[in-house]
T-cell receptor
Framework: SQQGEEDPQALSIQEGENATMNCSYK?????LQWYRQNSGRGLVHLIL?????REKHSGRLRVTLDTSKKSSSLLITASRAADTASYFC???????????FGKGTMLLVSP | EADIYQTPRYLVIGTGKKITLECSQT?????MYWYQQDPGMELHLIHY???????EKGDLSSESTVSRIRTEHFPLTLESARPSHTSQYLC?????????????FGEGSRLTVL
């Protein structure tokens, strides 16, 4: 399995601080995606980074990908209480494969 | 906002009942998926479809069945629900010509079997 594994499992920070979550995976990928899930809701796509990309930005989000280390990180800058959610990485091996999700990082941002 | 809808959002039923969880999308996506997720846990793929009349089992064995008679509709059925089926079921869809692109998720159906 090339399941992504997020680290840490849980993260608690204050508003205004940066939050960094990491994801490791096992085999080669076509792309890696990050999703957010508010409690009891569906997942929302945040960002997709392809295997030939090293860094991508979207608003306060910054994602990096290191294919040599089979790892990715998601940085949320200037966090807000509304960022409180679980964050999942998901890997796509390409072809006819399906996305494989990691176990997620629970982020709590306190006012 | 994703145009993918799941009903019911919440369902509490007794053991042995037959249930169908509905999922519809209006985006014309070929690919649709069902994931099972226990609270605070990871998602497990239980079924997927790459188009009409195409259904495949996912990584996690499930006693549920699915059908894909129309592009926009991907219902999941449990013939005889048991307490072990208590979970949240998430439907998703995607369109991609190569590999898997962005998944659009519904809000989920939380099933409780007594």
């Amino acid at each position: 399995s090339q399941q992504g594994e997020e680290d840490p499992q849980a993260l608690s920070i204050q508003e205004g601080e940066n939050a960094t979550m990491n994801c490791s995976y096992k085999t080669s990928i076509n792309n890696l995606q990050w999703y957010r899930q508010n409690s009891g809701r569906g997942l929302v796509h945040l960002i997709l980074i392809r295997s030939n990309e090293r860094e991508k930005h979207s608003g306060r989000l910054r994602v990096t990908l290191d294919t040599s280390k089979k790892s990715s990180s998601l940085l949320i800058t200037a966090s807000r209480a509304a960022d409180t959610a679980s964050y999942f990485c998901a890997t796509d091996a390409g072809g006819y494969s399906t996305l494989t999700f990691g176990k997620g990082t629970m982020l709590l941002v306190s006012p | 906002e994703a145009d993918i809808y799941q009903t019911p959002r919440y369902l509490v039923i007794g053991t042995g009942k037959k249930i169908t969880l509905e999922c519809s999308q209006t985006m014309g996506h070929d690919k649709m998926y069902w994931y099972q997720q226990d609270p605070g846990m990871e998602l497990h793929l239980i079924h997927y479809s790459y188009g009409v009349n195409s259904t495949e089992k996912g990584d996690l064995s499930s006693e549920s069945t699915v059908s894909r008679i129309r592009t926009e509709h991907f219902p999941l059925t449990l013939e005889s629900a048991r307490p072990s089926h208590t979970s949240q079921y998430l439907c998703a869809s995607s369109y991609s010509s190569g590999g898997t692109g962005e998944l659009f998720f519904g809000e989920g159906s939380r099933l409780t079997v007594l």
